[in-house]
């Protein structure tokens, strides 16, 4: 009887300006990866120089709005049987490192991976944080990113399964940080909102207006933090909940020119 073929994993993924952050996902996939494919946006720090340092393959293009540009770009670049998509800012724990290696080897062409997202001190477990699925684990050329908006999941032909350990985010290293991050969320949000209201009548964008400034933070924060049980995470939980409420009619206000 033939042995199957170990399958290959590249680890894909788009910088800009990551030199705190890329050590240490670069040190939680040396075990994992057979190779690690950087498109990095013309990092204005050490990024590129740690990557290489790493024996990351790194391409240096143009820094995008929309950085699912250049994530899938890393992911065509990727040469191995299968992509794990990541951001500098997650890490692989062991025992998910381990669950993938098992798992790669069967008929199935891609993973959602959970996910724990660090905020303002500990894992957010409530408020729809956790678990947090997203698809990023897939056969070579069996997925790819739309490339249309910011929280968008990839798209993969054929069956998919979940992996049970959480891949690790920590995106924001203080409260600054995240409204820094929160507010390049929002631009990018009034960019789509314009896109969407190209040609459309004065219906059309009443009920727009009302949606942002009223009904989709009113439904949002209700969601998250009573529904899904937001309070439970206590303050973390309550800040989160409220200004991921707050970005629908900053965004339309943004829109508007008036922010």
Not at 89 to 99: F, T
Not at 145 to 166: S, T
Request: proline share 3%; net charge positive.
């Amino acid at each position: 009887m033939v042995k199957d073929k170990r399958q290959e994993l590249s680890v894909a993924l788009a910088t800009f300006n990551e030199e705190e952050n890329l050590p240490f996902l670069l040190d939680s996939v040396k075990d994992l990866a057979d190779e690690v494919v950087i498109v990095d946006g013309s990092s204005l720090d050490r990024t590129v120089e740690i990557a290489k340092k790493y024996g990351a393959k790194v391409i240096v293009v143009e820094n995008l709005p929309n950085f699912h540009i250049n994530k899938q770009k890393a992911i065509d670049l990727a040469t191995k049987d299968w992509v794990f998509q990541l951001d500098a800012d997650e890490r692989v724990s062991p025992e998910l490192a381990k669950e993938i290696k098992d798992k790669i080897v069967n008929s199935v062409n891609g993973y959602w991976v959970s996910r724990k997202n660090w905020f303002l001190g500990k894992f957010l477990m409530k408020g729809g944080q956790y678990p947090d699925y997203t698809l990023r684990l897939y056969r070579k050329g069996k997925g790819r990113l739309p490339q249309i908006h910011v929280h968008e999941q990839a798209e993969v032909v054929g069956h998919v399964e979940y992996l049970k350990n959480a891949l690790l985010h920590y995106p924001y290293k203080n409260f600054a940080s995240y409204l820094v991050k929160w507010n390049r969320y929002n631009n990018l949000l009034a960019t789509q909102i314009e896109e969407s209201l190209q040609k459309k009548n004065l219906i059309t964008k009443a009920v727009y207006a009302v949606g942002y400034l009223i009904i989709k933070p009113i439904h949002w924060f209700l969601t998250t933090y009573i529904r899904h049980k937001g309070f439970m995470d206590l303050w973390p939980g309550f800040v989160f909940s409220f200004f991921s409420a707050v970005r629908f009619p900053v965004a339309y206000l943004k829109y508007l020119k008036i922010l």
